[in-house]
Nanobody
């Protein structure tokens, strides 16, 4: 089960932290991360952690502003979003998996200008 939280309305330049609790997984064996989808646009990969080798990915559009981190004891991954821009407005989806990918329901982040 994938459960996101932390979305909401924030002003441009502000910060927000998203949480993703991934229950029922062997956390060390999966990749876990975030996609986002803005209205009328394709779903875009934002950031992920590959827990098998520790590698981390960030989309160019969020590098230097977003930070992904993992609390293995809580099976939870966080996405700290700083210096938010109106173009970051989207539904943010958490996913986890290895050979099969599981998705959360998404959490809306709205950045006002």
């Amino acid at each position: 089960q994938i459960q996101e939280s932390g979305g909401g309305l924030v002003q441009a330049g502000g910060s927000r932290r998203l949480s993703c609790e991934a229950s029922g997984f062997i956390f060390d064996d999966v990749s876990i991360g975030w996609f986002r989808q803005a209205p009328g646009k394709k779903r875009e990969g934002v950031s992920c952690i590959n827990n098998r080798d520790g590698s981390i990915y960030y989309a160019d559009s969020v590098k230097g502003r977003f930070t992904i981190s993992s609390d293995d004891a809580k099976n939870t991954v966080y996405l700290q979003m700083n210096s938010l821009k109106p173009e970051d407005t989207a539904v943010y989806f958490c996913y986890a998996g290895a050979s099969t990918t599981y998705w959360g329901q998404g959490t809306q982040v709205t950045v006002s200008s």
